[in-house]
């Protein structure tokens, strides 16, 4: 069994997949040909934006962001705790100041009232400007984006979505014009967001990719110049320090076939057997001694998850005191099923920023990083496997 089953995916897609591969190779347009505009569109229609860029990685594109908000040395950026390293490192690489936040211990994401416990602090206590929120969708459902948006607009600060793993999810919102609700996608909750096509992620190319959404103009401008050496009214005209980060034809060529299963069926399919996931393990906890306990990924309201992953949470007690993870996914891939941690360190405690201080308190960040378990997960799993896995998961706890 595969955790993320990119090759099931690939035979399925791959009369498509073959085709456009071989129509980038015969046009001999390798970096910037048309399907990377082509995709860039779909994608911000999809999303629901004025402009896409396309660009080489996640990273990049947080990177792009940040340069575009000219965010650097003396500003303070607020990032959750428990999370990837890129989504603070960015922060550091431009000189500003990653400052941790705790998370909701059900959703994974930013908590709006350590957010605001932060910001207090970092006011009262350091000599910074507090300037943006990189709120994360993790695991593929978006951040809470009603309440730290309005806590940034009190405060003056941007927000940048990080929506690495959660392209596709969304939050039904009501519309601007006051006339009911809509469902608004992930990517679109941000003054800036972002993405990555990272091969794993809910909608991946075969390398590396990324891309940065956003409606504003000036900044979209601003990021086209960085991502290409910061030219200006052409190639060799530079008139500002950038990146060398573009998306190449084949990716967008490749992305474009895997966008297309993604709308018409994978979103669903996935959200099918995460739910199959949730049912069987309500069914199965009850042979399981009262002691252990398994929470299963808690969706909000009017919330839909692309599910990045499907990560449960365990409290087993143990006779030393220390739930030994390692052992049990250890029992899980000797019977063939494999499991990931994400993440087993807060970013307040990696080494990097160990001379960064966390100016809110983040328990939640903290024990989480102790307890969690991903378990495979993605559009083409089955439900033979799905109960495989938690048929064994149950009987090794």
């Known amino acids: 069994m595969e955790f993320r089953d990119l090759k099931k995916q690939y035979q399925a897609l791959k009369t498509d997949i073959d085709q456009a591969m071989v129509d980038v190779a015969t046009s001999g347009a390798y970096i910037m040909g048309s399907p ?5 569109k779909e994608l911000a229609e999809y999303v629901g934006v004025k402009h896409c860029l396309s660009c080489a990685n996640g990273t990049d594109a947080l990177t792009l962001a940040l340069k575009a908000l000219g965010i650097g040395k003396g500003d303070a950026v607020f990032v959750p705790d428990f999370t990837f ?10 000189g500003a100041t990653p ?3 705790d998370v909701d211990p059900r959703t994974f994401n930013m908590d709006p009232r350590s957010l605001d416990d932060a910001i207090r602090s970092v006011l009262d206590h350091m000599d910074l400007r507090p300037k943006a929120v990189i709120a994360v969708d993790l695991f593929g ?18 927000v940048i979505e990080d929506g690495a793993q959660g392209f596709g999810g969304s939050i039904r919102m009501p519309k601007a014009s006051g006339d009911g609700f809509e ?18 992620k809910p909608l991946g190319c075969y390398g590396d990719g990324g891309a940065v959404f956003t409606d504003n103009d000036e900044w979209a401008a601003l990021i086209e110049s960085y991502r290409v050496h910061g030219k200006g009214s052409f190639k060799y005209d530079n008139v500002r ?7 190449d034809t084949l990716q967008a060529a490749i992305l474009r076939i895997k966008f297309r299963a993604f709308k018409e069926h994978e979103l669903a399919d996935v959200n099918k057997m995460a739910e199959y996931y949730t049912q069987l393990f309500d069914g199965m906890t009850k042979f399981l001694k009262k002691e252990i306990q398994i929470t299963t990924p808690y969706i909000p309201d009017g919330y839909t998850s692309s599910w990045a992953q499907y990560t449960i ?22 019977k063939g099923i494999p499991s990931m941690v994400y993440y087993p360190t807060p970013m307040s405690q990696q080494t990097a920023f160990k001379e960064v201080h966390s100016y809110a308190l983040t328990p939640n960040a903290q024990n989480l990083a102790k307890c969690v378990l991903s378990l495979p ?16 998961l149950i009987s090794s706890l």
């Open 36 to 40: 990377v505009k082509e995709l860039e």
């Open 85 to 94: 390293f890129s989504s603070a490192e960015v922060v550091s690489l431009e």
């Open 99 to 101: 400052v941790f936040v």
């Open 141 to 158: 459902l978006p951040a809470n984006f009603t309440d730290i948006r309005a806590i940034a607009k009190r405060e003056g600060m941007y």
């Open 183 to 200: 469902a608004r996608r992930a990517c679109s909750f941000g003054d800036i967001s972002t993405t990555s096509f990272f091969p794993a």
């Open 241 to 247: 320090i950038g990146l060398n980060s573009r998306l």
């Open 313 to 334: 949470q365990l409290s087993v007690p143990s006779g030393n005191g220390t739930f030994n993870r390692e052992a049990l996914q250890a029992k899980l891939k000797a």
């Open 377 to 392: 997960m993605h559009p083409y799993i089955t439900r033979e496997e799905v109960r495989q896995v938690v048929e064994t």
